[in-house]
């Protein structure tokens, strides 16, 4: 059986929401939406628009992408979209001298460290 992305979503933002230390009534505030509507989002009776999770996300300063994820409009991002080796593309760029390459290492490097 496959999980309810409306009941997922509002475990989700009740995690997310206590987190934050925010009652339902403050993130609700925060969010521009009532406390009785969030609360049933949280408890997975509605399922919210994308201009609503955003206006959630926003007041709990979180992700409107994870949300959209758990409400089930975006799929989870896969291993295509993992994070590039920023090292690696720098050294592997054609288009760039070896001291280019070397410089821009240096600044990567002292930004992220080793």
Do not use: C, F, W
């Amino acid at each position: 059986m496959t999980p309810n992305p409306v009941s997922d979503l509002g475990s989700y933002l009740k995690d997310q929401r206590l987190q934050a230390q925010l009652s339902l009534r403050q993130a609700a505030e925060r969010a521009g939406i009532s406390n009785p509507y969030l609360s049933q989002i949280e408890r997975g009776l509605k399922r919210p628009s994308a201009e609503i999770l955003q206006a959630i996300a926003k007041g709990l300063a979180i992700s409107a992408e994870q949300l959209y994820v758990h409400a089930g409009i975006l799929d989870a991002p896969s291993d295509e979209d993992a994070p590039v080796d920023t090292r690696q593309a720098i050294k592997s760029d054609p288009r760039l001298s070896d001291k280019q390459r070397k410089a821009l290492l240096d600044v990567y490097e002292s930004y992220v460290g080793d």
